[in-house]
């Protein structure tokens, strides 16, 4: 498989405050990057795919002023909650895409818990 | 529109015994998917994945079946252990088609608790 590290793991910010979450490839290069949101028993929710040196394509009804998504290398994307309220709270799971050997796989991170009091 | 789903949100099982969680699927565009286990707190994690020109897959203990006919796809868990509960996912993957990245559809996830 592939390793998929994300940074922090949970987060605890002040409404109105804005939280930076990496996400990075550590044995592998991925070209493109997927953010999801996930709310308690629920599925993943895509956010927005993030492709390296372009612009991210955001979902239907996500805020690309509010979720600022940067993906600067092959390695690393970064997703920018932008003046966060508690309703942001929610838990974060980025993927990266792996076409290696042909397939189209996603390895996913550990998540990245936040909390906005 | 199109979507993956479950036929069953909860399973429960016996230690030691076989398990098995559906998923149906209906876009028939799609030709790879991937089963994901998720714990709780944790990211998803990749258990086994197949493509449409398969209709048979197995890994240590997982075996996924896959009927394009019926658009079903199903993950079996052997001798299934303590360690297995947590949430399974099933998505598709529609690779390049309708200027999709790739972008998996999860399903809604179906819960596993084992009993000891």
């Known amino acids: 498989g592939a390793v998929v590290s994300q940074h922090p793991s949970r987060v605890i910010c002040k409404s109105g405050t804005s939280v930076k979450i990496e996400c990075r490839s550590l044995?592998?290069?991925?070209?493109?990057m997927f953010w999801y949101r996930q709310f308690p028993k629920q599925s993943l929710m895509l956010m927005a795919t993030?492709?390296?040196?372009?612009?991210?394509?955001?979902e239907q009804g996500v805020e690309k002023d509010k979720f600022l998504i940067n993906h600067a290398s092959l390695t690393l994307s970064t997703l920018t909650v932008t003046s966060a309220h508690p309703e942001d709270s929610s838990f974060y799971i980025c993927?990266?895409?792996?076409?290696?050997?042909?397939?189209?796989?996603?390895?996913f991170g550990p998540g990245t818990r936040l909390t906005v009091l | 529109g199109e979507s993956v789903g479950l036929h069953l949100p909860t399973l429960s099982v016996q230690e030691g015994d076989n398990s098995i969680i559906n998923c149906a699927y209906s876009?028939?565009?799609?030709?790879?998917f991937i089963w994901y286990k998720q714990e709780s707190g944790k990211g998803p994690q990749f258990i086994i994945d197949?493509?449409?020109?398969?209709d048979k897959r197995q890994g240590q203990r997982v075996t996924v079946l896959l009927n394009k006919t019926v658009k079903h796809l199903s993950l079996q868990i052997a001798a299934t252990q303590p360690g297995d509960s947590a949430v399974y996912f099933c998505?598709?993957?529609?690779?390049?088609?309708?200027?999709?990245?790739?972008?998996?559809?999860f399903g809604k996830g179906t819960k596993l608790s084992v009993k000891p």
């Open positions: 993927s990266a895409r792996d076409g290696r050997g042909g397939k189209d796989t996603q390895y």
């Open positions: 044995d592998f290069q991925a070209t493109t």
């Open positions: 993030s492709n390296e040196g372009s612009k991210a394509t955001y």
């Open positions: 876009n028939s565009a799609s030709d790879y």
């Open positions: 197949i493509r449409s020109n398969m």
């Open positions: 998505a598709e993957n529609m690779g390049n088609y309708g200027g999709s990245q790739g972008n998996l559809i």
